[in-house]
């Protein structure tokens, strides 16, 4: 079982967010339906995206300047892993 260290607050994806200049980010979809998560470099062009399926939680790597943006029941904080 990895044990994750939380490096900030937990917000909502409902507008563009580096998460705080995060490289490893905890994301989870608390609504009932699945959710889509982008992923953009600083400059705004899509890099990525993953759908979240209902209560799934992710632990997805970044730039420190890429963003993330999803519906705003879909959460994320940044994280880094303790030994």
């Known amino acids: 079982m990895s044990v994750l260290r939380l490096l900030g607050s937990e917000g909502n994806l409902a507008t563009a967010s580096n998460v705080g200049h995060a490289k490893l980010v905890r994301v989870f979809n608390n609504h009932s339906a699945v959710q889509l998560v982008t992923q953009k470099i600083a400059a705004g062009t899509t890099i990525a995206t993953i759908t979240l399926g209902i209560g ?15 519906a705003t029941t879909t959460l994320a904080v940044s994280v880094g892993f303790a030994n």
């Open 56 to 70: 799934e939680t992710a632990l997805l790597a970044k730039g420190s300047t890429d963003t993330f943006t999803a």
